[in-house]
């Protein structure tokens, strides 16, 4: 209880005390109202200077009355000279009016009112939001708000929205924007040229309802269920990498497109009560999604091309692997280092090894040592370029440890910079013609060893009768070099008497009448005898 005490004196003619008179009143409400009123104007101070506006009390006729104001907030000339100032006196004549004719709306009307201005201060544009709010009588309340970062940010907002849509616009790729139902709310135009239909049967459509005829990758009819859209919203994740076919009626085509849809959700504001259960279930799509999904980007890309070629490429291999697998040469791949990647079972047979024991060598392992030059200056000439491939014979040691004659087209691959990544070679074996060969030479060498060293006079004749080969004891024999022998016909150095005789039985043996034939004739010396 608070009281205010009242005393006063009683005197005597004398003027000496005789008593005092006191009176109580009860203050204690009246108390509680002026600190709660002190509270209250304290509490209002403080929001005043809490605020980043600048606010005011005017009167009707434009006067200040009263004027708060941060130390931030940048204004026109010195606040603490406005006191008995009119609007007029502090702000240019057009925005002078302006807030003028907000005060007379404001009090008029018993409504706030708001617009925006922008006042150049302290060499810069500066942006700001106006509220007048009737106060009483011819008074009103004038706040105002710095929004220049806000309009900044707006207009920053504005340009790069802009920027995005004439990215959407012209990027290769469909784009189309939906709902949570699956809704069509926006698309470029892209999207409705691959999809081969008008924009009007865009509008507002069920994504998986558009008339459309959709093919799986294997080409058998996409099922509704199955929509890429669809089993986004359902599952709350994204969807990728999805071919589908569509029908283009006009070209009289399917136009095959690469499908990925991203479901976008509703943010979830994290606090620090937020279950981690639930930050769980908003990544993954949980049934129990507290986020639903607030928007589907569909993107899509043609790849029609790339199946088409993706398609040959698939013929193109089996094609390949066919040849590779039956063609009756050996057939090998090698990298840069030398080292088999590959093989076909021919070359496999030929060597004596499997393909998993092959990758582990490399072709010099498998080379005869008196090969390895001959096919290192070769291999120099393809590093070069000089040759895009070259021929030659080689030498493969068997597993069993013999070597095996074959013949090597050894072709180089190249990458577009035109550095070399692999060799693959083509081995035929000779090994039969090569043994042959040696055989042959081996005849050879004994036959002309019989010719040359024979003690009788031996020739080879061409069917003309020219002499092609004589051997010494003939050209002793008939005085001739062998110079002189090969320049002249067997008739040339026969006797005139014998050569009707000659001719004819020569002419029964190369009609096959005959296999050999003897007869006894006359040779004419060089010397004439």
């Given at each position: 209880?608070?009281?205010?005490?009242?005393n006063?004196a009683l005197?005597d003619?004398d003027?000496?005390l005789i008593?005092?008179f006191?009176?109580?009143?009860?203050?204690?409400?009246?108390r509680?109202?002026e600190r709660?009123?002190?509270?209250s104007e304290?509490?209002a101070?403080?929001?005043?200077?809490?605020?980043?506006?600048?606010?005011?009390q005017?009167?009707?006729d434009?006067?200040?009355?009263?004027?708060?104001?941060?130390?931030?907030?940048?204004?026109?000339g010195?606040?603490?000279?406005?006191s008995r100032?009119?609007?007029?006196?502090?702000?240019p004549?057009?925005l002078a009016?302006?807030?003028m004719?907000?005060?007379?709306?404001?009090?008029?009307?018993g409504e706030?009112?708001?617009?925006?201005q922008?006042?150049?201060?302290?060499?810069?544009?500066?942006?700001?939001e106006?509220?007048v709010?009737?106060?009483h009588?011819d008074?009103?309340i004038?706040l105002v708000?710095?929004?220049?970062?806000r309009?900044?940010?707006?207009?920053e907002?504005?340009?790069?929205?802009?920027?995005l849509a004439?990215?959407i616009?012209?990027?290769?790729c469909?784009i189309?924007?939906?709902?949570?139902a699956g809704?069509?709310?926006?698309?470029?135009?892209v999207?409705?040229?691959?999809?081969g239909?008008?924009?009007?049967?865009?509008?507002?459509?069920i994504?998986?309802?558009?008339?459309?005829?959709?093919?799986?990758e294997?080409?058998?009819?996409?099922?509704l269920?199955?929509?890429?859209v669809?089993q986004?919203?359902?599952?709350?994740?994204p969807?990728?990498d999805v071919v589908?076919?569509?029908?283009h009626?006009?070209a009289?085509?399917?136009r095959?497109?690469?499908v990925?849809?991203?479901p976008?959700?509703?943010?979830?504001?994290l606090?620090?009560?937020t279950?981690?259960?639930?930050i769980?279930?908003?990544h993954?799509?949980d049934?129990?999604h507290?986020n639903?999904v607030a928007n589907i980007i569909?993107s899509f890309?043609?790849?029609?091309?790339?199946?088409a070629?993706t398609?040959?490429?698939?013929v193109?291999?089996?094609?390949f692997?066919?040849?590779?697998n039956q063609?009756?040469?050996?057939?090998n791949?090698?990298d840069?280092?030398g080292r088999?990647?590959?093989?076909?079972?021919?070359?496999c047979?030929?060597?004596?090894?499997?393909?998993?024991?092959?990758?582990?060598l490399?072709?010099r392992?498998?080379?005869?040592p008196?090969d390895?030059?001959?096919?290192?200056?070769?291999y120099?000439?393809?590093?070069?370029?000089?040759?895009r491939?070259?021929?030659h014979?080689?030498?493969?040691?068997h597993?069993?440890?013999?070597?095996?004659?074959?013949?090597?087209?050894?072709?180089?691959?190249?990458?577009?910079?035109g550095q070399?990544?692999?060799?693959v070679a083509?081995?035929?074996n000779?090994?039969?013609?090569r043994?042959?060969?040696?055989a042959?030479?081996?005849?050879?060498?004994?036959?002309?060893?019989?010719?040359?060293?024979?003690?009788?006079g031996?020739?080879?004749v061409s069917p003309?009768?020219?002499f092609?080969?004589v051997n010494?004891?003939?050209?002793q024999f008939?005085?001739?070099?062998?110079?002189?022998?090969?320049?002249l016909t067997?008739?040339?150095?026969?006797?005139p008497?014998?050569?009707?005789?000659?001719?004819?039985?020569?002419?029964?043996?190369l009609?096959?009448e005959y296999?050999?034939y003897q007869?006894?004739?006359?040779?004419l010396?060089k010397?004439?005898h």
């Amino acid at each position: 209880l608070e009281c205010r005490w009242y005393n006063s004196a009683l005197l005597d003619r004398d003027g000496q005390l005789i008593s005092v008179f006191s009176m109580g009143v009860d203050v204690t409400e009246q108390r509680q109202t002026e600190r709660a009123l002190q509270a209250s104007e304290a509490k209002a101070q403080a929001i005043i200077q809490a605020l980043p506006d600048l606010l005011m009390q005017i009167r009707r006729d434009g006067l200040y009355l009263d004027f708060w104001s941060t130390e931030t907030f940048k204004v026109l000339g010195i606040p603490a000279t406005w006191s008995r100032l009119y609007l007029q006196d502090t702000l240019p004549p057009d925005l002078a009016d302006q807030r003028m004719a907000a005060i007379q709306t404001a009090l008029h009307q018993g409504e706030m009112q708001q617009y925006e201005q922008e006042l150049y201060v302290d060499g810069g544009w500066q942006t700001e939001e106006v509220r007048v709010v009737p106060l009483h009588g011819d008074e009103a309340i004038v706040l105002v708000r710095d929004i220049s970062d806000r309009k900044r940010a707006e207009a920053e907002l504005k340009a790069t929205t802009a920027r995005l849509a004439n990215l959407i616009d012209s990027v290769a790729c469909g784009i189309m924007v939906c709902d949570a139902a699956g809704q069509i709310l926006s698309w470029n135009p892209v999207a409705v040229a691959l999809l081969g239909c008008q924009a009007t049967d865009l509008n507002q459509a069920i994504v998986w309802k558009l008339p459309l005829q959709l093919l799986r990758e294997d080409e058998t009819p996409f099922p509704l269920h199955a929509h890429p859209v669809q089993q986004a919203i359902a599952r709350g994740e994204p969807i990728q990498d999805v071919v589908i076919g569509v029908y283009h009626p006009q070209a009289e085509q399917w136009r095959w497109l690469l499908v990925n849809v991203q479901p976008q959700f509703d943010q979830l504001p994290l606090t620090p009560v937020t279950p981690l259960a639930t930050i769980h279930a908003t990544h993954t799509g949980d049934a129990t999604h507290p986020n639903p999904v607030a928007n589907i980007i569909v993107s899509f890309t043609d790849i029609t091309a790339l199946k088409a070629t993706t398609q040959s490429l698939r013929v193109s291999e089996a094609r390949f692997r066919a040849i590779f697998n039956q063609v009756a040469a050996g057939i090998n791949q090698t990298d840069t280092t030398g080292r088999f990647v590959n093989a076909n079972q021919t070359f496999c047979e030929l060597v004596g090894y499997a393909l998993s024991e092959l990758q582990t060598l490399t072709y010099r392992d498998l080379t005869h040592p008196d090969d390895l030059k001959s096919h290192a200056v070769a291999y120099a000439e393809l590093m070069r370029g000089k040759t895009r491939s070259f021929l030659h014979e080689k030498r493969y040691r068997h597993k069993a440890g013999h070597y095996i004659w074959t013949q090597v087209s050894l072709t180089a691959l190249r990458d577009r910079y035109g550095q070399i990544t692999a060799d693959v070679a083509v081995v035929v074996n000779i090994n039969d013609l090569r043994q042959t060969q040696l055989a042959l030479q081996d005849s050879e060498r004994r036959f002309r060893q019989a010719f040359e060293d024979a003690a009788v006079g031996m020739a080879l004749v061409s069917p003309a009768g020219q002499f092609l080969r004589v051997n010494q004891a003939l050209c002793q024999f008939l005085g001739y070099t062998e110079t002189e022998l090969l320049d002249l016909t067997f008739a040339e150095v026969t006797h005139p008497d014998d050569i009707e005789k000659s001719l004819q039985i020569t002419a029964q043996t190369l009609a096959g009448e005959y296999s050999t034939y003897q007869i006894e004739k006359r040779y004419l010396h060089k010397r004439g005898h």
